[in-house]
């Protein structure tokens, strides 16, 4: 026979306790669990990935048909307002205006089309990077030069534009002059 040294109270205390912190702990759980969802959806509505890389491949679409159509105006809207384009062999060209000159110049040079494709997109709310290459035309979609290019791209008025572009020719450079 055990010597029960608990007493009925002590038992109901104990009882009582251990049945209170496991409401306690369950009710925790629960909430932790049901406000989880709540902070995901608002963090995922301020910024989604898979957004902004459907955005961007809707913006390329929209870039190149501009380009193809000669609508420099359109082809520029694809930029922010302060975007800077960054091509070999020139100086930095910044703002709408310089953009909107330099496609107009391509034009003029024969270019056509330009055909883009993606390969890597990353980055987050406050910039995204977009790492692919190119191919441009000319005539009849004759292809005169491939490269790749490197875009950071923000939200400018609640749309994903391109903020700084650079790119460079697959093509190897030019041979040196002789040496005199």
Known sequence: MGVDYQSKPTKIMKHSFLKFWGIVVITALFSSC??????????ASAFSLDSAKAAIAASN?????????GDSTAFANCYTSDACINVTGMPRMCGTGAITAFVNGGRKMGLTNVALTTEEVMGGKDAVVEVGKYEMFVGNNVSAEKGKFIVVWKEENGKWKMHRDIWNSDAPPPPAPPAK
């Not at 049901?34 to 963090?43: L, Y």
């Not at 190149?64 to 159509?69: I, M, P």
């Open 34 to 43: 049901a406000n989880e969802p709540a902070k995901t959806e608002t963090a």
């Open 61 to 69: 679409k929209v870039f190149s048909a501009c380009f193809a159509s």
